[in-house]
């Protein structure tokens, strides 16, 4: 049996509008991987997330997750690979933080004491129990995303991809977010990371792809590709730069 969870034969995407998004994309992924897409913006990065969950579909070619065509099986695919946007208030609709990992669940037509202990269980470990009877809007930014993932997480997912997961956090709110990763990553999630932040992640991946143009122009370790990261427009970690090698954002 494969250790690929996911396996991307040949990928096309063009919009309504004509605009050709992702170019004949072929790359698998492995169980327990850590993955960093890279790439400036408008290279394709976010389309290709879009895809691993069956939030848009190709045009051609095929995506298969845990061995399944995910345009024939969207429910089953996106059981197994979560979301967590750019955006976080895109994706909360509770009106307390109880409720708003809870909802997935409640769609899914969970008994109550089930969701009740699921939901218990995702707080604590996430360290959001404290702040379960609070509106999500009273919530920081670094609060906010990790309650996205909670409610990620509640749906019992093996692939978290995560959307520039960084993006407008101050330093505790990044702190946060990137413990939180690491950790979901060392208990064994799959994770994918579509990050210009590379230097925040670079030595916990196993692995980066590069992107340009909607097509995966590199894809090897952070050793490997480092070096090639200004060559694409994305900003190489200053330790790596000035001769240091990759040194962990977190202490």
């Known amino acids: 049996m494969t ?22 994309i072929s790359v698998s992924i492995s169980k327990g991987e850590f993955i960093i897409l890279a790439g400036k913006n408008g290279s394709g990065k976010t389309t290709f997330l879009r895809h691993l969950n069956g939030l848009l579909l190709p045009d051609s070619g095929v995506i298969f997750v845990k061995g399944l065509d995910v345009s024939k099986h969207l429910v089953q695919t996106r059981k197994t690979v979560g979301m967590v946007f750019q955006d976080a208030d895109t994706q909360i ?28 269980l995702i707080l604590e470990d996430l360290n959001l129990f404290h702040l ?53 990553n060392r208990s064994g999630h799959t994770i994918i990371i579509a990050t210009h932040d590379v230097e925040t992640v670079i030595c916990e991946a196993t692995r980066i792809i590069m992107m340009e143009d909607g097509q995966i122009k590199k894809d090897g370790t952070p ?13 190489q970690p ?4 000035f001769g240091m090698g990759l040194q962990p954002w977190l202490s």
């Open 93 to 120: 609709v509770g009106d307390t933080v109880f409720d708003e990992v809870a909802f997935g669940l409640e769609n899914l037509k969970v008994k109550r004491a089930e969701i009740n202990k699921k939901v218990t």
């Open 223 to 235: 050793d490997c590709i480092v070096k090639h990261l200004e060559s694409f427009g994305v900003r």
């Open 132 to 184: 379960k009877d609070r509106s999500p809007s009273t919530l920081s930014g670094g609060e906010k995303r990790k309650l996205a993932i909670a409610g990620i997480l509640v749906m019992d997912p093996e692939v978290i991809v995560f959307d520039e997961p960084f993006s407008n956090l101050d330093y505790p709110g990044t702190i946060q977010v990137l413990s939180t990763i690491i950790d979901l």
């Open 3 to 24: 250790k690929n969870i996911i396996d991307i034969n040949a990928i096309c995407h063009t919009f309504a509008d004509g605009y050709i998004g992702l170019k004949n």
């Open 238 to 241: 200053c330790s790596s730069k």
